[in-house]
Structures are given as structure tokens and as C-alpha cells.
């Protein structure tokens, strides 16, 4: 029993000392000269036919993204297109519906349009659908959304006076977000519902849908605060457009709660001096 105990001791200063790896029972001369590693076998390269020859031309063409910026380009071509054709909210919806320019159409489950009065003053705009949102197609539904509405409630505006959609109408796949060619195909069917919905004030949710609508390159944190002149394209009067921070961030951080309510505030008086 001492014995083993010694040996406890002396496996114990072998890791106090930094020995943490057995190597093996029998001895190895580590100065020993390694053997040569045969040559590898040269790899047989086959003739370069016509079609292998164009593949490399291809590959050496199409070499950092040209073919993907092309196809870029045609998707918001056909979806300035497709939403130019609308003339209702009804026949946008329709519209979004058949655009096949956007993959996350095939692995959400459901087009997540809009919800609440477009008659309203308020049109409020945020990201992207979540996973309640897909499930049930109506944005700001689930746990940010049911924040939103009481955020809206606290200065009198319901969703009865409000108007709620976002800058991707289909979830991405785990809430990722969105990509750069994600936002630029869906683009154009979110500026024609502004143009349809025509509302009197813009609320940005988020710095995603901030940046996007507003041209801007700066955080939601900078762009907080301000009001600016959302452009339409449209004639007709300017419409103010205010970002905010997302009730998804808001619940992870309380604290910032105080600013939102200032920006909430400015939102109600400036209703009122318009109105």
C-alpha cells in the first residue's frame, strides 16, 4: 500500500512538473538520421481536349465572382420588374409569392407579407421573419414582435394604426442574417410597398433595415436618434423615416431600453406635428 502511494506521489510531481504524456516503453534515439521518404509518383496528367481547355478558360474567367455578379444583377432586374407590375398591396403579395430569385424561398415554410393597416400613419420595417414568423406567415409575432407591440402601445399606437412588414419576406435558415444578395433581390419589392403604403412616417427596426433604406454605412447605434427623408422616387410630400433598435437586441439588453423610448417619443410628437 506505501508502495502505492509512492507511486502516486511520484506520477503526481511528474505532472507538477509538466509531464502529461506517456511516450512509450522502449527507448527511441531522436538524433538518430531519419530515412528518405521515396519521391511521390508524378501524377498523370491527362491530355487537355477541347472541352477541358474551355472548362479552364471558364474557370480563369469567371475567377473572383464575375458570374455571380451577373446573376446578381439579372435578379434585381427581374424583381424592379416583377414589382413594378403591382398596383396593389394584393398584387405585390402575388407577386412575391411567384419571384423565383431568392433561395430562401425554398427553405422557409411560409411568404411572410405584412400585417396591420396600411391606411395607417406608421409603416414600421425590420430584418427578416423569425421562426414564429415563418411558422404563422405574420411578422413581429413572436417574442421581439410581442415587445414591439407594447412598445407601440405605450405612445398610443397600435397595430390598428400601424403597418408592419420587412426587408425579407422568408426567414433564413437558424435566424442568420441576411445576405448582401438576399436584401438586393427583395429590395425592390420593399420599396414599391413604400410607395404603395405611402405612410406618413418610416420606422427602421434594426440596423439592417436602417442601412438598407437609408443608404447609410454606420451602425444602428450612430443611426439611432436622428429623423431623415426616406426617397421614394414618388412625387409627393417627404416621408420621415426614424431607426431604431430591435426589440430582439432590447430584450437581450434592458438597458438600452431608455433610448428607444426617447426615439418613441420623438415618433409621437412629430405625428402629431404633422398630422
Excluded at 424561398?105 to 415563418?134: H, Q, R, S, W, Y
Amino acid at each position: 500500500m506505501q508502495q502505492d502511494n509512492g507511486l502516486v506521489e511520484f506520477l503526481k510531481w511528474y505532472v507538477e512538473s509538466g509531464v502529461d504524456e506517456a511516450l512509450g516503453v522502449d527507448p527511441l534515439d531522436r538524433l538518430a538520421p531519419k530515412p528518405a521518404s521515396p519521391a511521390p509518383a508524378a501524377a498523370v496528367q491527362p491530355a487537355a481536349g477541347p472541352k477541358l481547355a474551355t472548362a479552364e478558360r471558364n474557370a480563369g474567367t469567371d475567377r473572383g465572382g464575375s458570374a455571380e455578379l451577373v446573376s446578381r444583377e439579372e435578379t434585381a432586374r427581374s424583381a424592379r420588374e416583377a414589382a413594378a407590375t403591382a398596383s396593389s398591396l394584393s398584387e405585390l403579395r402575388d407577386a412575391l409569392a411567384s419571384f423565383e430569385g431568392c433561395a430562401l424561398k425554398k427553405t422557409a415554410k411560409n411568404l411572410v407579407f405584412a400585417d396591420g393597416n396600411p391606411a395607417g400613419p406608421l409603416m414600421i420595417i425590420g430584418e427578416a421573419p423569425g421562426g414564429e414568423e415563418d411558422r404563422l406567415g405574420v411578422p413581429f409575432v413572436g417574442p421581439a414582435g410581442k415587445l414591439l407591440d407594447l412598445m407601440l402601445d405605450s405612445i398610443g399606437l397600435g397595430r390598428d394604426r400601424a403597418y408592419v412588414t420587412n426587408i425579407l419576406p422568408w426567414r433564413p435558415p437558424g435566424n442568420r442574417s441576411p445576405t448582401d444578395a438576399e436584401i438586393a433581390a427583395c429590395l425592390p419589392f420593399v420599396k414599391r410597398h413604400i410607395e404603395l403604403v405611402a405612410p406618413k412616417i418610416l420606422i427602421l427596426v434594426g440596423g439592417t433595415a436602417a442601412k438598407t433604406l437609408l443608404g447609410k454605412t454606420q451602425g444602428i447605434m450612430r443611426l439611432r436618434g436622428h429623423w431623415y427623408t426616406y426617397e421614394s422616387g414618388q412625387t409627393g410630400p417627404p416621408i420621415y423615416a426614424r431607426a431604431i433598435l430591435h426589440p430582439a437586441y432590447l430584450l437581450r439588453t434592458p438597458a438600452q431600453k431608455r433610448e428607444t423610448w426617447l426615439d418613441l417619443l420623438e415618433i409621437k410628437h412629430k405625428l402629431i406635428k404633422i398630422n
